[in-house]
Structure formats: C-alpha cells, structure tokens
C-alpha cells in the first residue's frame, strides 16, 4: 500500500518535523548576515591586511620595515597605548561612585537619570570633542587652553565613556545581595573590608568588561582627537592623515594592521579571564536590592555623587547650547540662519542644511539594513546550540570592536571590483549599519530566548507553517526589542564620523562631517556654526536615545 497516497495520510499529512524545519529555516536565514559581513567587513580588512603584507621586494623595503624603523609612527603607537590606558583607569575612578549610587539607592528621578547618563555615550564623537573645545580651548569657559594636551582628552574620554561603567558594572552590582556584606559586617569586618572581600571579588567579571569596552574606545578614539588633539596624533588618527593627505596606502595599511592586533590582544585577554573568574552568583530582583537613603549622611552622599555627576556630564552639554546662541551682538538665532552659508565661496564649502538631510536619510535607511540583517543574525544566535553559532555571535560582534577609521579604509581599498562601489552613495549607510548591527543583536536576542518553544511547537502541532509561527508568536513578542534596537542604530548612524569621513562625497556629507569642516574655517562666525550644528545633532541624537529608553523592553541588553 502506498502511505502517501492513503486516506488516512491524506486526513493527517506527513509534516517537516519542527525541529529539523526550524534548523533548516535558520541555515538559510544565516547566510543573509553572513555575505554582507563578508563583502563589507571581512573583505575590506583582508584587502587592508594584504595592502600592508603583500607588497614585492627585500624586507627592509617592506611598508611593515618603514613602520617599525620609524621614530615618529612608533611614538603615536605608544601615544595610542598609554592613553587609552590613563583614560579606562580614570573613568573607573570617577564613575564608580555613579555606579554604586544608581545601583543601590533608591530616590525620585532615579530612572531618568540612569537614562540620562546614556545620552554622552551615544553622542557623535565630533560634538563631544566641540564641546570640550568650547570648554577648554584657546577661549573655553574655564579660561584655560588645554587644546593638544593630554588632559583634555582624557576629559572627553571620561565624559564619553561614564556610562559604560554606569551601565555596565551597575548593572551586575544592582542584583547582588546587600545581605552578603551585611553578613561579612556583623562579624566585625569594616565598611571597606566588607567591601574588597565579598563585593569586590563579585564585580570582577563586570569590571572587565567595562575596562575592556572604555580601553576599546579609547584606543580607536578618533573624533575626540582630531577636534582637541592639537599636534597630537593616534593610530586611528594617523590612519586617516596617512590615507586622505599624504595618500600612503602601504604605511596606512601597516598602522591599521598593528591597530587590529591590539583590539584583538584585549578581546582575546577579557575572553580567558572571564573564563578563568566565570563564577556563579545568586542574584535578586534589582527592584529589591535598590533601598531609600538611611539618614542625612546617606542622603548628603547621594547628593554629592549626583552633583559631581551632573558636573562631569552636563557641563560640557550645557556650555556647548549656550555658545550655540552667543553671538558678538548678544545671544540670539545668529548662527543656525547663517548656516545655509557656511564656507560659500571657499574650497570647503559644505551645506550644513543638506547635510542635515542626508544624516536623516542615511540614519533611516541604515536602521532599516541594521534591522533586517540583525534581525536575521538574532534568530540563530538565539536558538545557539553548536560552537558554530557562538562563533558566528563573535563574528557579529567584530564591527562593533573594529575601529570605523579601519572600516572606510577597507572600502576605499578593496570595493573597486567588480563593482566600483567607492564613490557610490550607499556605502555610508552599509557603513553605519556594519557597527549597528550588534546593538540590534543584542537587544532582540534575550527576547528570543525569552519565547517558550513550547509555543512555536504546539503551533506547529496544530498545523501552523513556520512562517505563521513567526508572524502570531515570535513577531508580537520581538518587535519591541526590534524597535529599541531600530532606535539604537538610528542614533548610532546619527553620530558616526570614522568612516564617513573616508567615503563621504560633497553631495553625501553627513552632519559629523559638516561640524569638522566647520571648526577647519576661520573666524568665530564658523566656530559659532559648528556649536549650532552640534547643538542640532547633539538634540536629535539625544531624543533618539531617550525614546529607545523609554520604550526599552525589559530584559533587553544595556546596550
């Protein structure tokens, strides 16, 4: 008898089983996310690679000779070095105490200001770096002129990088039990003794992780440096000089490669101490651990730390607003109805007007990419069961990690075949969706994990294609956590610079870059146009941000 044509096959078809459908679905949607990586990102870092190791002739010729015989490339990679270095050991001092304070205490606003202190991070590097030249440039507020030192930098990185602490080790510490120090004080430890043996020893794998983030930033800083640096220089820097002034591919190519050994040095450190300090710790609700301040003592440190806080963070935001509307004549709109002139007449004329749509338009449309492609790469990181799938999540994550200076480069180096893409319009928002993809990633796939696959099954059961499974159960539940990171990746595109400043042309100038061209010109009238297209940008980016926290879905990621 043949089963497949029988009546009672025919009542009750044979189906795919879901298991084996679902991983089929899942190989297929892989290889989505998986090309555009390996056109956009991994090309362009082999063809860097190669531009650096490839060329003819002896070794003492070789671009990799020149670098490491040259005094002055190797000053700027310990330049790179020390700094990034100084500025994680600096932030960590200064945002502790916010850390502690928003992780422990309870008070009115608190979850306003936790979203707050997010706002510098997202930033576009360009506006930070134009606020801290605004407050500590040749006529900063503070009246001192630390333009091209290295204090200035480290102010910026602090303020830049807060949050990361904040976000990242308050995060752990607002679900670890007080009772633990409680306990360790009623047998006649100290504050601090309680502190350093039970607490302490807890946060470490959180601590590492934020010094590992804040050392990554730092070390590929790049906006910041260009704005406030003055004479001084980084490897991201050095990059760009070598590529756009001096048009030395070879030694540009070495410089890169050296900066992705780096970036590689400490991923892979902070990947074998967490495994060695990886240790499993029972957490509480943070909704429990987080208590009303006791007393006045309580209460005067609290206020303290929110004060320094505010001093750290909003400063430099509140004196970039006010230099945007000071003018010669008083304050007032002088500068935003000047900015449709800006540079008329002058080889570095841009129109900040256009520039403002095109950073919209690119925002929308790398948002679009970055939530197709995350999306797609969510669902089956999510559903991990094999090293491959853990190694295609590290995969994801290597833009995010890879300095965007690296990234522009790569395009203008390897995309001129078969197709010559480097002077098309679209390579700025594949640009800016290439490093908003983790955040997508990272705020859909708790919530996928989140889905009971009971729920798909019992679908599945009752005769639901896999694509009605998705649609009446995965996309009701998902597509908040899409939206936050559809927001992220907007706010991300907003500020990008690095490799916009590579691949931008005239008509295609996004805002970040109209702000650089801006400080390049003479005069205070174009200062003054850079604060008001800062003001502008820093507004936009700010609101994208504080929506994504507002609607944020819980058990989404900090970033």
């Known amino acids: 008898m043949d089963l497949d044509r029988s009546p009672l096959r025919r009542r009750f078809p044979l189906r795919t089983p879901p298991l084996l459908r679902t991983r089929l679905i899942r190989g297929g949607v892989a290889a ?52 990034a270095a100084l500025s994680t050991v ?43 030249l605004a407050l500590l440039g040749p006529s900063g507020a503070l009246g001192l002129d630390l333009e091209g030192t290295v204090w200035a930098i480290l102010a910026a990185h602090v303020f830049f990088n807060y949050a990361v ?5 308050g995060g752990l510490w607002s679900h670890l039990d007080p009772r633990l120090e409680e306990a360790a004080r009623a047998l006649g430890a100290s504050r601090w003794q309680a502190f350093r043996t039970v607490t302490l020893p807890l946060l470490r794998p959180a601590l590492a992780a934020a010094a590992s983030l804040v050392f990554l930033f730092t070390f590929t800083s790049f906006g910041v440096i260009l704005v406030i640096g003055g004479g001084l220089s980084t490897l991201e820097v050095e990059i760009y000089r070598r590529t756009t002034q001096l048009f030395d591919l070879p030694t540009a190519a070495v410089l890169a490669i050296i900066q992705m050994i780096g970036v590689t040095s400490v991923l892979v450190a902070y990947s074998r101490y967490q495994e060695r300090r990886s240790t499993e710790i029972s957490l509480r609700p ?34 970039l607003i006010e230099r945007s509307f000071r003018t010669a004549d008083g304050y007032g709109l002088a500068f935003y109805r000047s900015l449709d002139e800006m540079g008329r007449g002058t080889t570095r004329y841009v129109d900040p007007v256009a520039a403002i749509g095109n950073s919209l338009g690119f925002a929308v449309i790398a948002g679009l990419i970055a939530l197709v492609i995350g999306l797609a790469a969510a669902s089956v990181v999510a559903y991990r ?22 990234i522009g480069f790569g395009f203008l180096v390897a995309l001129d075949a078969p197709i010559d893409l480097r002077a098309s319009i679209v390579l700025v928002p594949i ?4 490093v908003a993809i983790p955040f997508v990633v990272r705020s859909v796939v ?49 500020g990008e ?49 504080l929506v994504v926290e507002r609607f944020r879905a819980p058990g989404t990621g900090e970033f």
Do not use: C, Y
């Open 385 to 406: 069961s094999s090293r491959a799938s853990r190694w295609f999540d590290a995969l994801l994550m290597l833009p995010m990690g890879t300095s965007a200076v690296t």
């Open 286 to 319: 943070a909704a429990e651990v987080a208590r009303r301040p006791r007393g006045w003592r309580e209460w005067s440190i609290v206020g303290g730390v929110l004060g320094s806080m505010a001093l750290v963070l909003g400063t430099p935001i509140a004196l």
């Open 90 to 132: 600096v932030t960590m001092v200064v945002a502790l105490p916010g850390a502690w304070v928003l992780s422990r205490f309870d008070f009115p606003g608190r979850s306003v200001i936790r979203a707050a202190v997010t706002v510098p991070f997202v930033l576009p590097t360009v506006v930070v770096g134009t606020a801290f």
């Open 497 to 545: 610079f690095g490799a916009t400043a590579f691949i931008a042309r005239p008509d295609t100038t996004t805002l970040p870059v109209a702000i650089f061209r801006a400080l390049g010109l003479p005069g205070a009238l174009n200062f003054g146009r850079a604060m008001a297209m800062s003001t502008i940008l820093m507004v936009v980016t700010a609101a994208a941000v």
């Open 446 to 494: 708790p919530v996928m994990r989140s889905v009971r696959e009971r729920l798909r099954e019992a679908a599945a059961v009752l005769g639901a294609s896999p694509g009605r499974v998705r649609r009446e159960i995965d996309v009701p539940i998902v597509a908040r956590a899409a939206a936050v990171g559809f927001g992220f990746a907007i706010a991300v595109s907003l």
């Open 32 to 83: 989505l996310p998986l090309a555009f990586l390996a056109v956009f990102f991994v090309w362009p870092v082999v063809s860097i690679i190669w531009t650096g190791l490839a060329p003819g002739g002896s070794f003492d010729g070789s671009p990799i000779a020149k670098v490491l015989t040259d005094g002055d490339l190797l000053s700027v990679a310990w330049f790179t070095l020390w700094q």
């Open 431 to 434: 640009a800016h969706a290439l």
């Open 165 to 169: 602490i904040v976000r990242t080790v």
